[in-house]
């Protein structure tokens, strides 16, 4: 049998770090294509032309295929509003609240089917629920906390229990993106970003 210089070889050699990467970079793509609960292993490693049992090699199921995104998607959140979250020196702090707000909403409409991916793995899987709820929810309290009582310091907010608002509106903020997300005709981050900032506002300022 004849080998031709430069013929490719039938099995492409990947070092680990790529062929993990591979795997979640074919994931993203098929979560464009397919809804969470209709995705296999099976059909994920066709996308790679990898084989079955090396996606077990990598990964224990596809719930940590899921959280790796989602990972990937909570730090674009992270840098749309922790900067906001954390700043003192706001020249207006109602309108960055509502533009930080909108920034959020950007992030999640652009990830919409990593989003509802990450919500259908938290509903069964143990691992998944408990880093949404340590990444997203109470991760964001923390931080919503620190945020009011810094403007109680600055003379800015008269709110009694920051860490009862904090939950209230991270788990409105959620809410929200939840319900849009699964929307067939979702509200533009822009508006979503007025209208629940507006909200925290009230929640958090003294009246102008």
Do not use: C
Request: no cysteine; hydrophobic share 40%.
């Amino acid at each position: 049998m004849l080998v031709w210089e430069g013929m490719p070889h039938k099995r492409l050699r990947r070092s680990p770090e790529n062929a993990r990467a591979e795997i979640i970079a074919a994931a993203e793509s098929a979560l464009r294509d397919l809804d969470f609960h209709s995705l296999t292993v099976e059909t994920l490693m066709e996308r790679t032309g990898m084989t079955r049992s090396l996606f077990y090699h990598y990964f224990k199921s596809l719930d940590e295929i899921v959280i790796a995104l989602f990972e990937r998607v909570e730090a674009e959140v992270s840098g749309a509003v922790d900067g906001w979250l954390e700043k003192e020196d706001e020249v207006d702090p109602r309108a960055n609240t509502i533009e930080h707000l909108t920034r959020m909403y950007e992030v999640w409409r652009e990830h919409a089917n990593l989003m509802r991916a990450m919500e259908q793995a938290a509903g069964r899987s143990k691992e998944a629920y408990a880093r949404w709820q340590h990444q997203v929810v109470e991760s964001y309290i923390d931080k919503t906390e620190a945020f009011i009582r810094r403007q109680i310091a600055l003379g800015r907010s008269q709110v009694e229990d920051p860490r009862g608002v904090a939950q209230v509106l991270i788990l409105m903020n959620l809410a929200v993106a939840t319900d849009q997300i699964n929307r067939p005709e979702p509200e533009t981050p822009a508006r979503l970003g007025t209208i629940v900032g507006h909200v925290w506002n009230a929640a958090v300022y003294q009246p102008a």
